[in-house]
């Protein structure tokens, strides 16, 4: 079965980085365009940015282009984001999130703070 292991969320200062991955699973990741979504307390999932199979292709939300940089390692079955100048409007539950027709599916999560 699919199987999606965010890490790397921590707390973190405003200006501050973090790198998070995804480990992935049950699926032929190297073929999967991949996408990372957050949901901050209180709102609906927000898209962030999204990486094509060969990682040709990349896009990101208006709010965090310039500062995130999606990438992956299909060797590694591995998703990434690195998060440079965080803001605290960065502060969500950020999820890697695969979509197969109809179907999404999402980790368990992890959980970035940004707080002074």
């Known amino acids: 079965e699919v199987q999606l292991v965010e890490s790397g969320g921590g707390l973190v200062q405003p200006g501050g980085s973090l790198r998070l991955s995804c480990l992935a699973s049950g699926f032929t990741f190297s073929r999967s365009g991949m996408s990372w979504v957050r949901q901050a307390p209180g709102k609906g999932p927000e898209w962030v940015s999204a990486i094509s199979s060969d990682a040709g292709l990349t896009t990101y939300a208006d709010s965090v282009k310039g500062r995130f940089t999606i990438s992956r390692d299909n060797a590694k079955n591995t998703l990434y984001l690195q998060m440079n100048s965080l803001k605290p409007e960065d502060t969500a539950l950020y999820y890697c999130?695969?979509?197969?027709?109809?179907?999404?599916?999402w980790g368990q999560g992890t959980q970035v703070n940004v707080s002074s």
């Open positions: 999130e695969l979509r197969q027709g109809t179907a999404k599916y």
